[in-house]
C-alpha cells in the first residue's frame, strides 16, 4: 500500500531530508522504539504502532515525512506490565513518565522519554514537567460505549492543564489545582464502570484523553510486522480496518501545520 516511491523521494526532500533537525529527530525516537519494541518482546507484551505511526508505516514504510512523534497501543493489562517495568528499569537514555515519575505530569496516558534531549511540547504544556525530551506517547486502551465521557473527561483534563500552568505565577491557581486534580480524578474513577457498559467489541483510550476515535476488538485481533524505517514493527493485521476507521481514505496526503512541523494526525 506504500505510495509511490518518486512521490515518497520528493516529500523526504521536501520535509526531512537527511541531515535536517526534523530527521535527526526521528531517527532518535526510532531508537526509542526498538527500545520499547525490544522490552516488549521480552516481556511478551502486545503492543502495535498507532494512528499516524501506524499510518506511516503503511503509507510510507517509516515515519510520515513531516510527522514529529510516534505513538503506540496496547490493551490495559499489557500496558500495566509495561509501565510498571520502564518504572522498575530505568536506563541512562530512557525513563517512562507518568504521574508517578513526574508529580506534574497531567496526561492519563505514558510517555518514554529520551533524557539526552530537550524539546518544547506546543503551547507549554509541559512547562513544569520532569522530563523534556523526544517521546514516545504509550496509550492503553480499554472497553468504551461513551465518546460523550471521554469527551467531558478529556476536557476537565485540559482545563487542569491551564490550572497547572496558571499556578507558576498565581498563588490563587497554586491552591487551586491540587483541588482541581482531585475532582477530576474523582470524576474520572466515577465515570469508568458506566463507560465499560455494553462496550462489547469497542474501546477508546482511557478516560481523561483528548481522543476519542473508538478502536474495534477484531481490527486489532492479530498483529503483522512491516518495515518501518529500518526495521520491522507490529501493526494491526487488519490495517485497513483500522486506518479508515480512523482517517478514511487514509492514502490521500492531507498536510497540516502544528506542533514543531507540519502534522498529520
Not at 114 to 134: N, P
Not at 231 to 254: H, V
Request: proline share 4%; hydrophobic share 35%.
Amino acid at each position: 500500500m506504500m505510495i509511490d516511491k518518486k512521490l515518497q523521494a520528493e516529500l523526504r526532500a521536501k520535509f526531512n531530508p537527511d541531515g535536517s533537525e526534523l530527521r535527526r529527530r526521528q531517527l532518535r525516537m526510532l531508537d526509542m522504539l526498538k527500545y520499547i519494541d525490544k522490552v516488549c518482546q521480552e516481556q511478551n507484551i502486545k503492543y502495535w504502532l498507532s494512528s499516524g505511526t501506524c499510518l506511516g508505516a503503511v503509507r510510507h514504510g517509516g515515519f510520515i515525512p513531516w510527522d514529529d512523534d510516534i505513538d503506540i497501543e496496547m490493551l490495559e493489562e499489557d500496558y500495566n506490565h509495561l509501565i510498571t517495568y520502564l518504572q522498575n528499569n530505568e536506563t541512562e537514555e530512557f525513563v517512562v513518565q507518568t504521574h508517578i515519575t513526574d508529580p506534574n505530569y497531567i496526561t492519563d496516558f505514558a510517555k518514554l522519554r529520551d533524557k539526552t534531549t530537550l524539546i518544547h511540547e506546543a503551547f507549554g504544556i509541559d512547562k513544569l514537567y520532569k522530563y523534556q525530551g523526544l517521546f514516545i506517547d504509550i496509550f492503553k486502551l480499554t472497553p468504551s460505549n461513551s465518546q460523550s465521557l471521554h469527551y467531558v473527561c478529556g476536557r476537565l483534563r485540559i482545563l487542569e492543564s491551564y490550572c497547572k500552568r496558571w499556578s507558576i505565577t498565581n498563588k490563587i491557581g497554586k491552591s487551586l489545582f491540587p483541588i482541581l486534580r482531585k475532582i477530576n480524578n474523582n470524576i474520572i474513577t466515577l465515570c469508568k464502570p458506566l463507560d465499560k457498559l455494553g462496550a462489547k467489541n469497542k474501546l477508546r483510550h482511557g478516560l481523561g484523553s483528548v481522543f476519542l476515535k473508538p478502536r474495534f476488538k477484531e481490527d486489532i485481533a492479530s498483529l503483522t510486522r512491516i518495515p518501518f524505517e529500518d526495521t520491522l514493527l507490529p501493526i494491526p493485521t487488519n490495517y485497513d480496518s483500522y486506518l479508515r476507521r480512523i482517517y478514511g481514505n487514509y492514502m490521500e496526503l492531507k498536510i497540516t501545520h502544528q506542533h514543531l512541523c507540519p502534522f498529520e494526525e
